[in-house]
């Protein structure tokens, strides 16, 4: 495999937002690195977050925290991987040595705070990438396309690690809010957990997408559902009344889980939280071992992810689309 020393890619500063550049250097891996083709890589909400919210995740980096790539050039004493073997960068991009890191919470390592993929750090939206700590790779299981890893590496991670945050089990009667790109992953992987499950949504589309698993969906809770119901609430939408509703709704030392960041900030009711010791969690993307079973659900077939393709220098197409809520689920990008 030629590699070039220039390619194109959307490089991202906070006085320019996100520019398409041809002439972007492709890195050269030095001792323990190594060289990332890049195949598929996908677009998030967090993105438009950044773009047009001015949500702070670094300046001077290409974006796209999705990605799945082969390995194209190792650097000296790179070891463990193999040109060629198919991986997905694990975004939260651990340093590896910290006590997290060490505990296998990498996800909240300290050291690489605003390193991520994609976030602060160079990511996807390119065609080669550096990996300058390929301990942050997951191999693909074969029977995973890119397209869908890509995808795997937040729309399912994410919920995933926030279903196994909040304990769910087969006795849970957990509520679901926001089934879209995130949420339709959570509700699969809640009902591979054995969860009883409730969701709503206010879009039609995506309330038929629901039904299609075979889980209860409304537009809002039928007047027979009692406050104080669920055991768990994720929430993947989270502006104030999203959040109201999953206090009122959740048991007594239930957990409240608020996975989207529909707004900067919601506030809770101090009395209540106490008084019926409500839990809010805070979950962050996942860690490296949460990637590795993520892949597996896939890979057995208990969740699938809806993926749509596009070239990537469609991506600012795609980019409005998602802001005006033209499409469901996730579309990856081939560089
Ligand atoms: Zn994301
Ligand atoms: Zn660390």
């Given at each position: 495999m030629s590699i070039p020393d220039k390619q194109y890619g959307f490089f991202y500063t906070k006085a320019d937002g996100l520019k398409l550049k041809e002439d972007l250097p492709v890195g050269k891996p030095g001792p323990g690195q190594l060289l990332l083709k890049v195949d598929a890589v996908g677009l998030c909400h967090s993105d438009l977050h950044i773009i047009y919210?001015?949500?702070?995740?670094?300046?001077?980096y290409v974006m796209g925290h999705e990605i799945a790539g082969s390995v194209a050039a190792l650097g000296p004493e790179t070891v463990g991987f193999k040109i060629g073997e198919r991986v997905a960068c694990?975004?939260?991009?651990?340093?590896?040595?910290?006590r997290e890191c060490r505990a296998?919470?990498?996800?909240?390592c300290k050291n690489a705070f605003l390193d991520w993929f994609g976030l602060g750090y160079n990511g996807g939206y390119e065609q080669y990438l550096l990996v300058k700590?390929?301990?942050?790779l997951v191999r693909i299981p074969d029977n995973v396309t890119s397209d869908q890893a890509a995808a795997i590496t937040d729309a399912v991670l994410t919920p995933y690690h926030a279903v196994k945050l909040a304990g769910i089990n087969p006795t849970s009667n957990v509520l679901i809010i926001g089934a879209g790109g995130l949420g339709i992953n959570g509700i699969q992987i809640a009902k591979a957990f054995g969860a009883k499950i409730t969701v709503l949504d206010k879009k039609e589309e995506a309330r038929k997408i629901v039904k299609e698993l075979g889980v209860s969906v409304y537009e809002s809770l039928p007047?027979?559902?009692?406050?104080?119901?669920?055991?768990v609430c994720l929430d993947f939408v989270v502006v104030q009344p999203t959040f109201d509703l999953c206090q009122k709704y959740t048991k007594p030392k239930g957990i409240i889980i608020p996975v989207g960041l529909g707004a900067p900030k919601v506030s809770f009711d101090l009395g209540d939280l106490a008084l019926r010791e409500i839990n809010i969690l805070g979950s962050f993307w996942g860690t490296s071992n949460d990637l590795e079973e993520a892949f597996e659900l896939v890979s057995k077939g208990l969740v699938t992810p809806k993926v749509a393709k596009a070239p990537l220098k469609e991506l600012p197409t795609y980019i409005k689309k998602l802001k005006n809520n033209e499409y469901e689920g996730r579309v990856v990008f081939n560089p």
């Open positions: 919210e001015g949500l702070d995740c670094g300046d001077n694990v975004g939260p991009n651990g340093c590896g040595i910290c296998g919470l990498d996800n909240v700590r390929p301990r942050n007047s027979d559902v009692q406050p104080g119901s669920f055991d």
